[in-house]
């Protein structure tokens, strides 16, 4: 449960068949902290002077994390999630729980109505969701394990040499 010294940071979205575009609203952020889980569970924390930001929220599907990204852009935190299922309608509501929030609102710039997403594929999209430019959820922590992996490798190919 959120105390009352946490706050919900403003939160934007819109979406294509494939995916999720969210751009978290907060300037000068430090120590952001942000999690996706395949289920759908998205959590954020973050720091504005004194202030303590945090989400949860269990999004409407399943989420693909590997296909997923996010950046920190001036001031906003941008996140490019793919969904699990990508040829089904477009989802009612960015969570599962039917509540209106307050600080949740779609993104209208980035926004194409449904019928109209084939014609513009690439609209509203701009460089700042393009992937390239993103960073992996959880990136930390796989780079973490790789190189643990790469570790153990190199310690069996020494013991190779040895015999």
Known sequence: KMDSSTKFPDLKWAQRKDRLF?????????NPLIDLKPDGKLTFDGNVKDTK???RLDLFKEVVIEESKWNLKGRNILLNIS???????YWPRLTREKIKHPHIQVDWSRWVEEEDE???????????FDPDNMQDFGAGDYNDSDDEEEEVEEAKADLGDME
């Open 83 to 89: 969904k699990k299922v990508k040829d089904e309608e």
């Open 22 to 30: 969210i751009t978290i609203d907060l300037p000068d952020v430090q």
């Open 118 to 128: 084939d014609s513009h594929a690439g609209a509203g999209f701009g460089d700042d």
């Open 53 to 55: 930001y945090e989400i």
